[in-house]
């Protein structure tokens, strides 16, 4: 009896089993960063995922954000997933324009994202209708050695004055100023964004992003002077068209260049080529003109849901999922960002709330110069700030070539 009993209790078991593999739906999710520290916040917000909704099968593609970019416009018409990693702004838009990408207007107002999102609403937001959620956003700045400035006698450098004298005394010492890898071209954009942001102010950059005003405006023209003040004064590390921003970290790491133009992402890689958090601090990047209110970088991580997306319904609950107060937390701190839910708590370290304060108390954030720019101007722009870096003196050709492009991109 015993034995025929539990026959039968394995036989239901296996039923049941085999019932809520059968009902089990695919979710599948393309990620774009293979860097540890965002793999393993991507990782863990998974497996909680999971956890919550056992009835879910989530199949989790994971590639680097170059192939991710190169990918997408395939992906997205040929074999879509449910979910994938973007960015807002004007990287969503030729997605948007073309009916990739699904409105979610309703996630928002289902799980009252208008409030504890709100500061990016604008952001994801594109013919009055809402495209995805964020789940955190960093700021950008300079990035420096701070065991180097010590032995150096340094401080951080309040003003674009103090930051010349300060690279000056880093050459004395045989160190380069600034490490930095243009191969995939923008974080060239990242120090045009702050030489601009610092020389003309938010409102004259997103004009010019916005093919408001010409890339020769006598305005502009002083941006890339200061740059080419920059690359003279200061200097930039050799080869650094042929390095990934990762390749750029070694030079940081072992000593040979002091700073870096970079996001807060970067911790993870320092302390990953073995940097202490002691020998790591950031500052803004230095005043030019006291008289421009501070803008920041601040650039923003979404998931979107295409348009061709096979589970709708689950891809929505993920997009809920990860834009929860609790869940940002938790990721926020494993990958040293910032949380965007209002709700949610800034992780416990210096970088980040270095971050949160500088980003709350500058008077505008611009998420990129790739993001705040159609992606046509913002290739060229990219390759003309490259270019720049390499040969100083083809500036004005740059910006000359820049209006041309200009002029179709936004006719």
């Given at each position: ?12 078991a296996?039923t ?5 593999t059968a ?14 520290g965002?793999?393993?916040g991507f990782?863990?917000a ?5 956890a919550e909704n ?7 593609n ?6 991710h ?13 449910d979910?994938?990693?973007w960015?807002p ?5 030729p ?8 409105s ?10 208008n409030?504890e999102?709100?500061?990016i609403?604008?952001?994801?937001s ?7 959620v964020?789940y955190?956003?960093y ?9 180097v400035?010590?032995?150096l006698?340094l401080?951080?450098f ?9 690279c000056a005394?880093?050459?004395?010492n ?6 930095i890898?243009t191969?995939?071209?923008?974080t060239a ?5 702050h030489?601009n942001?610092r ?8 004009a ?9 405006d006598?305005?502009?023209?002083a941006t ?10 200061c ?12 390749d ?5 790491a ?13 911790v ?5 080529a ?7 601090d950031?500052?803004p990047?230095?005043v ?6 501070r ?8 998931f ?7 589970n ?14 609790d869940?940002?937390t ?6 040293n960002e ?7 708590e ?5 970088f ?6 500088l ?6 954030i611009a998420?990129?110069?790739d993001?705040?720019?159609p992606a046509?101007?913002a290739?060229?722009?990219?390759e ?5 870096m ?5 500036k ?6 820049l209006?041309?492009v200009?002029?179709e991109v936004?006719?």
């Amino acid at each position: 009896m015993f034995r025929t009993l539990n026959l039968t209790v394995v036989a239901a078991a296996a039923t049941a089993l085999m019932a809520s593999t059968a009902l089990a739906r695919d979710l599948v999710i393309n990620f774009n960063d293979l860097n540890p520290g965002p793999k393993e916040g991507f990782e863990n917000a998974l497996e909680k995922f999971k956890a919550e909704n056992p009835d879910i099968n989530v199949i989790a593609n994971l590639n680097d954000r170059e192939a991710h970019k190169t990918a997408i416009r395939n992906f997205l018409t040929a074999d879509a997933p449910d979910v994938t990693a973007w960015y807002p702004g004007n990287r969503m838009a030729p997605f948007v324009d073309a009916g990739l990408f699904m409105s979610v207007d309703d996630v928002w107002e289902e799980n009252n994202f208008n409030e504890e999102l709100a500061a990016i609403k604008a952001t994801m937001s594109r013919d009055g209708k809402i495209w995805g959620v964020p789940y955190s956003y960093y700021q950008w700045g300079i990035y420096y050695r701070k065991d180097v400035f010590d032995i150096l006698g340094l401080e951080e450098f309040d003003t674009w004055e103090d930051m010349l004298a300060g690279c000056a005394k880093m050459k004395e010492n045989n160190v380069t100023p600034f490490t930095i890898g243009t191969r995939y071209l923008w974080t060239a954009a990242g120090v045009f964004d702050h030489l601009n942001l610092r020389t003309n102010g938010y409102d004259v950059h997103m004009a010019l992003t916005a093919g408001e005003i010409k890339y020769t405006d006598p305005r502009i023209v002083a941006t890339m002077d200061h740059w080419e003040t920059l690359i003279s004064e200061c200097g930039f590390i050799d080869n650094h068209a042929s390095m990934s921003w990762q390749d750029s970290v070694a030079p940081f790491a072992n000593g040979d260049a002091a700073m870096a133009v970079l996001g807060n992402f970067a911790v993870d890689a320092f302390v990953n080529a073995g940097l202490t958090e002691d020998q790591i601090d950031f500052m803004p990047f230095p005043v030019i003109d006291e008289s421009v209110p501070r803008a920041e970088e601040g650039p923003a991580n979404a998931f979107f849901i295409p348009t061709n997306a096979k589970n709708v319904e689950d891809a929505k609950k993920f997009l809920a999922f990860v834009a929860r107060a609790d869940v940002q937390t938790e990721w926020s701190a494993t990958i040293n960002e910032l949380p965007i839910n209002a709700k949610s708590e800034i992780p416990d370290n210096k970088f980040a709330k270095e971050g949160f304060a500088l980003l709350n108390s500058a008077t505008g954030i611009a998420q990129f110069y790739d993001r705040d720019a159609p992606a046509e101007m913002a290739k060229a722009g990219m390759e003309g700030f490259q270019k720049f870096m390499l040969d100083p003196s083809t500036k004005m050709e740059v910006l000359e070539r820049l209006d041309e492009v200009a002029a179709e991109v936004y006719k």
